[in-house]
Nanobody
Framework: QVQLVESGGGLVQAGGSLRLSCAAS????????MGWFRQAPGKEREFVAA????????YYADSVKGRFTISRDNAKNTMYLQMNSLKLEDTAVYYC??????????????????????WGQGTQVTVSS
């Protein structure tokens, strides 16, 4: 079983920065794709970023490209989301997620919440004006 625990959310002014962490346990993640999703009130959960644990390849939603950076620390089994230049529309609950492992070649699947089997509990990010 895989456990994912997010931390690092909070209240920040527009233009500010936050770093989210996702501590993973229960498996080795060398073949996993892991991702960050977010869900704002009244909206569907949406893809933010993903990372291939094996080679470090990264993928971003257009809305965050150039502002957010996804990364990992293999030794700590931890994934991060550095969020800079935050906007009001970034306000949401942020979730980290892990796939079931194995090679993933489909970018469509990578960006779909349906692909991911394991989820954290979420951490609230609120951006104020």
């Amino acid at each position: 079983q895989v456990q994912l625990v997010e931390s690092g959310g909070g209240l920040v002014q527009a233009g500010g920065s936050l770093r989210l962490s996702c501590a993973a346990s229960g498996r080795t993640f060398s073949t996993y794709t892991m991702g960050w999703f977010r869900q704002a009130p009244g909206k569907e959960r949406e893809f933010v970023a993903a990372l291939s644990w094996s080679d470090g390849s990264t993928y971003y939603a257009d809305s965050v490209k150039g502002r957010f950076t996804i990364s990992r620390d293999n030794a700590k089994n931890t994934m991060y989301l550095q969020m800079n230049s935050l906007k009001l529309e970034d306000t949401a609950v942020y979730y980290c997620a892990a796939g079931r492992g194995g090679v993933l070649r489909s970018d469509v699947r990578r960006r779909s919440s349906n692909y991911y089997a394991y989820w954290g509990q979420g951490t609230q990010v609120t951006v104020s004006s």
